[in-house]
């Protein structure tokens, strides 16, 4: 259903919505020859923010990524055309250069582009390379803020990011860096007071554990796995760092997941109807 258009008949409760909706389309139009890099947020339809639900409705063109969920999806219109270009790790649907020059072309060609990405287009997303193929191609391009993962997925599951006394910092972390790319700083991560929450980095959890203990993390710190984060299929696995690789192993954790590593884990204490175990 399109909720953008008032003739049609809408629940009252969300007339509302629709008027909100129309009034924002009148101050930024989504033109033809445009592109739109859209956050979709972590997963749950509901943290969709009204300008992205908006921008997903008035596109004829949908490029989407493997991390939309389907309930995001639902949302575009039938009529839209949509172009998969998901990637993981072990199938690349279009190579990222391809996927800069598809969004060109798509604008170039006159149509309205909704580019969507999980979370946030800029962390993690690579929305900052296609942004820059825009410009450089001198194709209108516009950001829509989404939810990143990392804030959605632990406040969804009661993990604070920060607390005070406990973490004054969070860093966010690549789990997977690309072939010939530098190591992150890890005994910068290792800092006491602080959070870290690697996105990508299931694959690659044991040599993460490992890497942190060695540059002097304690091996008890409190780390939590959440997999598919705010769907309702989500799993949340809570333990100690140097149990992260037998956790995700027993418990069969596939990507896409967090790690949340650090004291604000020990906060975990809400009760909820997802799969959770406790390794603590």
Not at 10 to 24: F, K, V
Not at 135 to 150: F, W
Not at 154 to 161: E, S
Not at 225 to 243: A, E, F, K, M, N
Request: glycine share 8%; with cysteine; proline share 6%.
């Amino acid at each position: 259903m399109n909720i953008l258009n008032e003739a049609s008949p809408l629940p009252h409760d969300m007339r509302p919505l629709a008027r909100i909706m129309a009034t924002a389309n009148q101050q930024q139009p989504v033109a033809p020859g445009e592109v739109w890099l859209v956050g979709a947020g972590p997963g749950d339809v509901e943290l969709l923010t009204l300008k992205a639900l908006r921008i997903i409705q008035l596109a004829d063109v949908v490029v989407f990524d493997r991390l939309v969920s389907e309930d995001v999806m639902a949302l575009v219109p039938p009529h839209t055309l949509q172009i998969d270009v998901g990637k993981s790790t072990r199938r690349h649907t279009m190579a990222q250069d391809e996927i800069n020059q598809l969004l060109v072309s798509l604008a170039q060609s006159g149509h309205k582009v909704a580019r969507i990405k999980g979370g946030d287009p800029f962390v993690f997303g690579r929305g900052g390379e296609e942004l820059l193929h825009c410009q450089q191609h001198n194709v209108a391009c516009h950001i829509v803020p989404g939810i990143t993962a990392a804030i959605g997925c632990a406040a969804a599951n009661g993990i604070p990011l920060t607390h005070r006394h406990v973490a004054q910092s969070v860093r966010f972390v690549t789990g997977h860096s690309a072939q010939g790319e530098p190591e992150p700083d890890w005994s910068a991560l290792t800092a006491t007071r602080q959070t870290l929450v690697f996105y990508m980095g299931i694959a690659n959890c044991g040599r993460i554990s490992k890497r942190l203990i060695t540059h002097g993390l304690d091996p008890a710190t409190k780390v939590a796995v959440i997999s598919r984060g705010t769907q309702p299929d989500q799993r949340v696995i809570v333990g100690q760092l140097s149990q992260l690789k037998q956790m995700v192993v027993m418990h069969q954790i596939e990507a896409p997941a967090l790690l949340i590593v650090g004291d604000v884990v020990n906060l975990y204490q809400q009760p909820n109807n997802y799969d959770i175990a406790n390794l603590a």
